[in-house]
């Protein structure tokens, strides 16, 4: 007994003062596997080459005096992204003009989660014995308690410290996420990017389902958020109309270097056609011209989808009886024109499609 408590006092020391996920993955492999393709990972300098891109134009970097570090790598000794570690300790959000800051715990060995039915719940570890000891039951994780009482994790507050917003010195809003998205229990930023999926959270305790933990994104698993865009159908009297309805409580993309993009194609008697490209995009500048982020006082151009936006294409084709309409909803996630300047490779700003929908005349 003194052996196991000495490994599980070193063991939980290691877990936060390193903060590596790989401590994690003992207890927690499904969500460790998803947890190393996710954003939050990848979030440094070290591993994100479009957040990399950017920093090494700011002019800052020259100065030695590194941002945006609180979000994309808050234990900055460790040079790692946001870790396991991160997300769990925050313990509420202070809301800020220029950004939200997290405020994180400082008692050790205690993590905040969501459980449905475990609201009003602290897990706690425990161990009991009976029969002299020979059969031994333990409730929680030996390596941390798990707090299920703090409602910022239902309600996805907790990702709005990071997600909120971002002001640059000039007092614009570089990026804006509407905090609506965050005060539902039933649908939120959670919710939507981190759907349950099959597979037990971890090996201690079984359980049908988990949260994704590879967090749905532009970058990661965009699949998963493919439901909540609709495209619809209808023929008119100069041709058909399509219409985008973007589901979700904030515009289509926040980050203002993404691009949107519709296609559609008209096949007929065994011939197809590329019909009009519809572009959205949010461009941020200066002097009526796009600029870097630090530098940027105004929106140039925004024609992105707004949050729970129905938004009418028309196109001014005829149609024949038999007719097929392909029509694929993508988005780059560097526009190509800003990808050129930063340096990045092509492939970043790529067509990826989200959804693809047929329809037949």
């Not at 609506?180 to 229990?185: F, Q, S, V, Y």
């Not at 009297?237 to 194609?265: C, Q, S, W, Y």
């Not at 500048?285 to 105004?298: H, N, Q, V």
Request: charged share 25%; proline share 4%.
């Amino acid at each position: 007994m003194r052996i196991f408590l000495t490994l599980f006092t070193l063991y939980s020391i290691a877990l936060f003062a390193t903060e590596k996920a790989t401590t994690c993955k003992a207890c927690h492999p499904i969500i460790y596997n998803e947890f190393q393709d996710s954003m939050h990972k990848k979030s440094s300098i070290n591993e994100d080459k479009i957040h990399k891109a950017v920093w090494d134009k700011h002019p800052a970097k020259a100065k030695g005096k590194y941002k945006c570090a609180k979000c994309h790598t808050p234990n900055n000794k460790s040079h790692e992204g946001m870790t396991c570690v991160s997300c769990h300790t925050i313990t509420s959000i202070q809301e800020h003009s220029k950004s939200n800051k997290n405020i994180y715990e400082t008692k050790p060995k205690t993590f905040y989660s969501a459980e449905k039915g475990a609201e009003n719940k602290k897990l706690i570890y425990k161990e009991t014995s009976s029969w002299f000891g020979l059969v031994t039951k333990t409730i929680g994780s030996p390596y941390h308690d798990i707090d299920y009482t703090n409602e910022i994790y239902y309600t996805g507050k907790v990702c709005m410290g990071c997600h909120s917003h971002k002001q640059n010195s000039h007092k614009f809003n570089v990026c804006k996420t509407d905090a609506k998205g965050a005060k539902n229990k039933e649908e939120n930023c959670i919710t939507c990017h981190m759907p349950k999926i099959k597979g037990s959270s971890t090996s201690i305790r079984d359980s049908a389902t988990h949260a994704f933990h590879g967090f749905a994104g532009a970058r990661n698993a965009p699949e998963m958020l493919s439901k909540y865009i609709d495209l619809s159908y209808k023929k008119s009297a100069k041709g058909f109309d399509i219409t985008i309805h973007n589901n979700t409580p904030h515009p289509l993309m926040t980050h203002p270097l993404r691009v949107v993009e519709l296609k559609t194609r008209l096949k007929r008697d065994g011939k197809s056609k590329e019909l009009k490209k519809y572009t959205f995009i949010k461009v941020i500048g200066t002097e009526g011209k796009p600029s870097m982020p630090w530098l940027a006082t105004e929106i140039v151009k925004d024609t992105m989808l707004k949050a729970d936006e129905k938004r009418l294409l028309s196109f001014d084709t005829p149609l024949k009886k038999g007719d097929e309409i392909e029509v694929i909803l993508g988005y780059r996630v560097v526009n190509p024109k800003a990808g050129k300047k930063l340096g990045l490779d092509k492939s970043f700003s790529e067509f990826k499609p989200l959804k693809s929908v047929y329809f037949k005349n």
